[in-house]
């Protein structure tokens, strides 16, 4: 059984693009630090950064917030959720755009007070400074402080269990992004050419390969328990996705589904 190539590590973020963008930004991330180049405003703040403090903000660290600046494109996690929008950067000014993100609820309730909080800041930002390995955003009410982020190594799509984080469906602007319901849904594809996992309703098997750039599931089978609303539409779904000749793609541990209809599902290493 052959097993997926570089060709499939393409940002995980490219397969929300359409569904999330609210402001003309595509979803891009830096495999390095910081580039001290020529122009201060996009290479003097490129890289991958994780928050180390905030103004008014406690932060927690079994949900860190990460901000991701490649050009004009942001993108990142805000302790729950994933982000990405634009940024217009001009010196040591930066101005955010409007911002997109995925709809999962976290607890305890003060993650999603820390998230609503970080973004409300990000976008008031209108200054930025770099010095080493901190970058500093201020805005006339808060400072946020970050420190280079380490490089993520991407997961192994084979042989890793991944769990369901979020449902897309269409593309452009019509397009949207769902949080999971019911119990946790999982994949996880097999050397041998087998799948296993959840729809967060029934469990259920498979086989896969991965010929002409895509993933071809087969023989798929399920338990038979039935569900209503929301965990039926998320289950057909689901199914929906993987029985159409998904691309996956994988960056750090999120991998995502996109099939050409703009169906997609996002999962997270577990």
Known sequence: MSRP?????????????????????????????????????????????????????????????????????VSGTS????????????????TFGPLGGTEMACSPPSVM?????????????????????????????????????????????????????????GGGNDGSVSSVTGDPATLELADDGTITGSTGVNSLTGSWTDDTGGLTITDVGSTLIGSTGARAR?????????GDQPTASVEGDVLTLTTGSGKGLVYRQR
Request: proline letters at 5%; one cysteine or more; hydrophobic letters at 40%.
């Open 5 to 73: 190539r570089p060709p499939y590590r393409v940002a995980a973020y490219a397969a929300l693009t359409a569904v999330l963008l609210l402001a003309g930004a595509a979803c891009g991330g830096a495999d390095d630090g910081p580039d001290a180049g020529d122009d201060p405003g996009s290479s003097t703040l490129d890289g991958d950064w994780t928050l180390s403090s905030a103004t008014g903000l406690a932060l927690d660290d079994a949900h860190p917030i990460t901000l991701t600046l490649d050009g004009d494109q």
């Open 79 to 94: 302790a729950c959720n994933r982000y990405l929008g634009s940024v217009t950067v001009s010196g040591d000014t930066v």
């Open 113 to 169: 007070r820390l998230e609503q909080d970080f973004l409300a800041a990000l976008q008031a930002a209108d200054s930025a400074t770099v010095d080493g390995d901190t970058l500093t955003l201020t805005g006339p009410d808060s400072t946020l402080t970050f420190r280079t982020t380490a490089p993520v190594v991407d997961a192994e799509l084979v042989g890793t269990v991944w769990l369901l984080e979020s449902l897309v469906d």
């Open 234 to 242: 998320q289950e057909a779904h689901i199914l929906t996705v993987l």
